[in-house]
């Protein structure tokens, strides 16, 4: 089994083959496994980023469930301040509907004007919110 660093960086480098994610979901469980798995926190907000409108055929679900179990609410802020994702949007609804009005001590209701008024966002990405 592969060390915390060689993990992290192992998901960092990761591009589906072919549109297999297989390998990414075996990263992912190598990555729960960790005494400490909150230190792949940011690479796995910026594999949401890079894949901002796609679900990694399921493996993105994994991972949301996975970041649920940690103190990630800041860089989930930070990334949909940064660049706004499918599932860093759908993790965002989650917090709200669980009736929280913060995220990370901050409005919800003013990072959701800030994603709508950001010009790069795509529309697709803003009808989830």
Known sequence: MKNSLEIISSIKSFHPKDGNWL???DLIDQLWTLDKPEVG???LFNLFEKYNKSDGE????SILHGLETLDYE???YQSLLYKPSFMGIIMLNRIENSGSELIADKSI????VHIKNNP???QELLAEL
């Not at 399921?58 to 679900?61: K, L, Q, R």
Request: no cysteine; glycine share 4%.
């Open 41 to 43: 926190i940011n690479v």
């Open 23 to 25: 390998e990414l979901d």
């Open 74 to 76: 800041e860089q989930l």
């Open 58 to 61: 399921g493996v993105f679900w």
């Open 120 to 122: 790069e966002v795509d």
């Open 109 to 112: 209701a003013d990072l959701k």
